[in-house]
């Protein structure tokens, strides 16, 4: 594996306080043996549940140490997935930016692992670890940060929620010609995994907390179903006129609040993340 390369683990959460409690230490745990090559940055957008205040009563130590960055930004009305992919994103200080979902588990020494996968090719990569149709992982995407600039992140343009994540990785595979690497599980580790973990997610490297679809979100005029479709048309549409480049260049929330010695400061994200700009 190569030394030099680190990693960022990158949340956006909203009042999902019910499943941060369960993946939030176990994946500090799990990956507090590498904290030298992959941290974590958590964007929390204006929950009223209590989850700001049981990280700091609870993480302390990782806050401190910068294993863990906490961030406060305003409420989305609606909430805009891409929006707070990218805002989470772009404060990422790693090689690689992984978003990680609020809701999965990275397994034992997750960060590693993509560390390793991206070392394992000589040419650029998008690793998605998306282990099947509705595992839960579908979010779970890693490229290299500078891949993520060039391509401007997350594309704000589309309906809050629906195929965003399969639209950037197509964005990066086109104009990199990077290759997209799935999650590769033999047919031996997936039956032991079965046994550990039981149920239909039970790949080490992709469990997640099962959710149901909702019918509707944030009172919508469209429902998911219609707002995927939608996004999806344009996706092909972008790609199909060469438009790779996504937000001209303006990428998530900018203006934000940090977590720093027990207050929260005003700061702005391109201080915080890389400096790399769209191309």
């Known amino acids: 594996m190569k030394s030099k390369l680190t990693l960022t683990f990158c949340i956006h959460i909203r009042n999902r306080f ?4 369960k993946t939030l230490p176990q994946n500090l745990t799990d990956n507090f043996a590498d904290r030298g090559t992959v941290n974590f940055v958590l964007v929390d957008f204006a929950s009223t549940d209590g989850t700001v205040d049981w990280i700091i009563k609870n993480f302390s130590r990782h806050l401190e140490s910068g294993f863990l960055s906490l961030y ?18 772009v404060l990422g200080s790693g090689d690689i930016l992984t978003n990680l979902d609020g809701d999965n588990f990275t397994g034992r020494r997750g960060g ?7 070392a394992s090719y000589k040419g650029p990569i998008v690793y998605h670890q998306q282990a099947g149709p ?9 490229t290299l940060r500078a891949h993520f600039y060039g391509v401007g992140g997350y594309d704000e343009q589309f309906q809050p929620y629906g195929y965003q994540d399969h639209d950037f990785v197509r964005r990066v595979a086109t104009k990199y010609k990077a290759k997209i690497v799935p999650q590769r599980i ?5 039956f032991w995994n079965t046994l550990r973990w039981r149920g239909p997610f039970e790949c080490r490297f992709n469990r997640c907390i099962p959710n149901p679809r909702p019918s509707s979100i944030d009172h919508q005029s469209l429902d998911w179903e ?7 048309l344009l996706s092909v549409h972008n790609v199909r006129k060469g438009k790779l480049v996504a937000n001209s260049g303006l990428i998530g929330k900018r203006e934000l609040e940090k977590y720093v010695n027990g207050d929260f400061v005003r700061i702005n994200s391109l201080e915080e993340g890389s400096q790399f700009q769209t191309a």
Request: hydrophobic content about 35%; glycine content about 6%.
């Open 112 to 118: 590693r692992h993509v560390l390793e996968t991206f």
């Open 18 to 21: 019910w499943q941060l409690s």
């Open 186 to 190: 033999s047919r031996l580790l997936h």
């Open 226 to 232: 219609e707002m995927n479709a939608a996004n999806h």
């Open 134 to 142: 509705g595992d839960g992982s579908t979010g779970r995407i890693s």
């Open 72 to 89: 406060r930004a305003p409420a989305l009305d609606p909430y805009d997935t891409s929006f707070a992919k990218n805002t989470a994103a």
